[in-house]
């Protein structure tokens, strides 16, 4: 990190965010099936049908990975598809839904309008896509970022008022939603930041606090509005790898901010309304959005 990054961070107030909620303890177990066969008295058939059946969840896993990881919805490639492969795998073995997490945020707006829709369609989609070659199909859970939201100076009456649209228009398509604020609060010391100079890069700072001039109106300046933002994602992070350790993470930002995602998780870089488009519907206009190709102002990346 830059001595100028460094200065920043030392001048910023502490983070109250963490000391806020570290009142509860967050108790996550999560038992995974061995493919492996420890019996001594299993015969070698026995051993062949297992070894087929993790070769046949193998094959599954891959057809289901090609059903979504298509340039119509990825704006890059995944950050570990290996990985995301496992994930898939592990719930293929159990025949559950292939389970897939993202954060949801907020913007100027106190109502849900046609770019939320759109959004939760092209999400719709993917998870159709996703049916038509596993027929336990995609559980989809949106993470309502009211924390984000409480940072950038929205009241806790707009917020609701928002996050209750969403929950609304998530249901109606089947997907789940729960606030990722109660979440941290559940984690207790799970959720303590890595030091902020091990974590991020003076080019992540730059785009946060380029952000922050247009979207934070809390307490303080946009240099420590973004400085602020990072630790809690930084917090946040962590809290959301170990409350969902089997989930693919979505995201509608690119690999330059990867430092913000779980690092324990896949991660599916994604457009966010419809191909071409990468910019988050909470902060488009509540009017129609065209269909524009180039709408991706943010790191488009295409197949080489």
């Known amino acids: 990190m830059s001595s100028g990054i460094a200065s920043i961070a030392g001048n910023s107030a502490t983070l109250s965010f963490k000391q806020k909620h570290e009142t509860h303890a967050l108790v996550v177990s999560c038992e995974k099936a061995s493919p492996c066969n420890d019996n001594p008295e299993s015969s070698s058939g026995d051993q062949f049908k297992e070894r087929k059946r993790v070769e046949k969840n193998d094959s599954s896993a891959e057809k289901i990975l090609r059903s ?30 292939i389970p897939f997490v993202l954060y949801w945020g907020k ?13 939760l369609d092209f999400l719709a989609t993917l998870a159709s896509r996703v049916k038509s070659v596993y027929a336990p199909g ?7 970022t009211d924390t ?6 929205h009241c806790r009456q ?10 609304s228009a998530a249901k109606q398509r089947g997907f789940d939603t729960c606030w990722l604020g109660q979440l941290v609060k559940a984690a207790g010391n799970v959720g303590i930041a890595a030091p902020l100079e091990e ?17 934070y109106h809390g307490a303080g300046t946009p240099q420590e509005g973004a400085l602020t933002y990072l630790r809690m994602n930084l917090i946040e992070q962590r809290v959301v790898e170990r409350a969902f350790p089997e989930s693919i993470f979505i995201t509608f930002n690119g690999s330059d901010l990867r430092g913000l995602f779980p690092t324990q998780l896949p991660i599916f ?10 910019v988050k519907p909470w902060f488009l206009p509540a009017e129609s959005v065209k269909c524009d190709a180039n ?3 943010t790191n488009p990346v295409r197949p080489n």
Request: hydrophobic residues 45%; charged residues 20%.
């Open 148 to 153: 984000h939201a409480e940072l950038n100076g």
């Open 138 to 144: 995609a559980a989809i859970k949106l993470l309502l």
């Open 158 to 167: 707009d917020i609701e008022r928002y996050f209750d649209d969403i929950k």
């Open 107 to 119: 913007g100027p707006r106190h109502e849900a309008a046609l770019p939320e829709a759109q959004c």
């Open 68 to 97: 979504f990881n298509t340039w119509a919805f990825k704006r890059e490639q995944p950050s570990d598809q290996q990985l995301m492969l496992r994930v898939i795998a592990v719930a293929v073995a159990a025949q559950a839904p």
């Open 199 to 215: 974590a991020i890069t003076a080019e992540m700072l730059s785009s946060l606090i380029v952000s922050a001039h247009k979207w």
């Open 269 to 278: 870089y994604m457009y966010s309304l419809r191909r071409g488009m990468g």
């Open 295 to 297: 709408a991706d102002q």
